[in-house]
């Protein structure tokens, strides 16, 4: 059975950092994704890394994120991470991880197949 299992969320003040987790069991998968979702709000893409992605992989990032958030992964252990940095009060939201194998820039929650339980970001002061 597929699992996967996020930590890392909290409280943060703006311009603070956080780090998630996201470890998967089971099997591995040809795309790895965060979305996020605020309260009254649809669920959005925030970032992904595909195929090659415990070796090697390409990333994309919503606009939103871009310049301020990294998405890398652990290979020996399964895990996709999402540094999160300067990080301000728009960035609250339950935070989800995601997984899929399909191939190519994948940014619809449609096209993701298995997700994580989401962690909680907050950032305020």
């Known amino acids: 059975q597929v699992q996967l299992v996020e930590s890392g969320g909290g409280l943060v003040q703006p311009g603070g950092s956080l780090r998630l987790s996201c470890a998967t069991s089971?099997?591995?998968?040809?795309?790895m994704a965060w979305f996020r979702q605020a309260p009254g709000t649809e669920r959005e893409f925030v970032a992904a890394?595909?195929?090659?992605?415990?070796?090697?992989?390409?990333?994309w990032y919503a606009d939103s994120v871009k310049g301020r958030f990294t998405i890398s992964r652990d290979g020996a252990k399964n895990t996709v991470y999402l540094q999160m940095n300067s990080l301000n009060v728009e960035d609250t939201a339950v935070y989800y991880c995601a997984a899929s194998d399909l191939g190519g820039r994948r940014k619809n929650i449609d096209d993701y197949a298995s997700w994580g339980q989401g962690t909680q970001v907050t950032v305020s002061s």
């Open positions: 089971g099997r591995t998968f040809n795309t």
């Open positions: 890394i595909n195929r090659g992605f415990w070796s090697g992989g390409v990333t």
